[in-house]
Nanobody, 120 residues
Framework: QVQVVESGGGLVQPGGSLRLSCAAS????????MGWYRQAPGKERELVAT???????SYADSWKDRFTISIDNGKKTVYLQMSSLKPEDTAVYYC??????????????WGQGTQVTISS
């Protein structure tokens, strides 16, 4: 089994910064990619950014100028550095891990989410 655990959320004032972390653990043969998604109140979950184990990144247009995704393969951890935060960035941020649990078995696992609130 694979566990995905997010951390680093909280309450931040507008204009501030925050770094989210997401660690994958368990029976992982290989990490293929990890990603961050968000779900704002009353809205569907949407993509923020993804990164492969080779550090190839992809961002949704809404956040590519203010957010940076990075990965530490040794720690099986992905980070999301968020800056110039706005109230509309308020959401639950979810992480997922696209992994091989065996040489041929590939699955995607999700974390429980971490709340980010931007408010003065």
């Amino acid at each position: 089994q694979v566990q995905v655990v997010e951390s680093g959320g909280g309450l931040v004032q507008p204009g501030g910064s925050l770094r989210l972390s997401c660690a994958a653990s368990g029976t992982i043969f290989r990490i293929n990619a990890m990603g961050w998604y968000r779900q704002a109140p009353g809205k569907e979950r949407e993509l923020v950014a993804t990164i492969t184990s080779g550090s190839s990144t992809s961002y949704a247009d809404s956040w590519k100028d203010r957010f940076t995704i990075s990965i530490d393969n040794g720690k099986k951890t992905v980070y999301l550095q968020m800056s110039s935060l706005k109230p509309e960035d308020t959401a639950v941020y979810y992480c997922n891990a696209d992994v091989n649990v065996s040489r041929v078995g590939r699955r995607v696992f999700w974390g429980q989410g971490t709340q980010v609130t931007i408010s003065s």
